[in-house]
């Protein structure tokens, strides 16, 4: 069982900065694919990052397109916490942001942007841009 918090969320004017952080606990932190998703009123879940564990140890982080140079997602694994480093932030990032966890095993060259590809969440927090 895995267990995840998030952490860092709040408000910010457009154009200024908001780094997440996710403390996870309940399974070796180092062989997890950690993902960001964000949820807005009225949608669903989507993906904005991953940070991708393969089993030759090293690991791949992916965006989605409007995270691409503006987020940046990244490890620690003495941590065990996951951070999304947020810039430019715009009104739009405006959602619900959750921390998720899988443990079951990846694949060479597969990236995990699906909600279905995860198999633990945080609580989420909510981060709100103005303009």
């Known amino acids: 069982q895995v267990q995840l918090q998030e952490s860092g969320g709040g408000s910010v004017q457009a154009g200024g900065s908001l780094t997440l952080a996710c403390a996870t606990s309940g399974w070796p932190f180092s062989t997890l694919t950690m993902g960001w998703f964000r949820q807005a009123p009225g949608l669903e879940r989507r993906f904005v990052a991953t940070?991708?564990?393969?089993?030759?140890?090293?690991?791949?982080?992916a965006y989605a397109d409007s995270a691409k140079g503006r987020f940046t997602i990244s490890r620690d694994n003495a941590k065990n916490t996951v951070n999304l480093q947020m810039d430019n932030l715009k009104p739009g990032d405006t959602a619900v942001y959750f921390c998720?966890?899988?443990?079951?095993?990846?694949?060479?060259?597969?990236?995990?942007?699906?909600?279905?590809?995860?198999?633990?969440w945080g609580q989420g927090t909510q981060v709100t841009v103005s303009s």
């Open positions: 940070i991708k564990w393969n089993s030759d140890g090293t690991y791949s982080p």
């Open positions: 998720s966890a899988r443990t079951r095993k990846t694949l060479t060259g597969m990236t995990y942007r699906s909600i279905l590809d995860y198999d633990y």
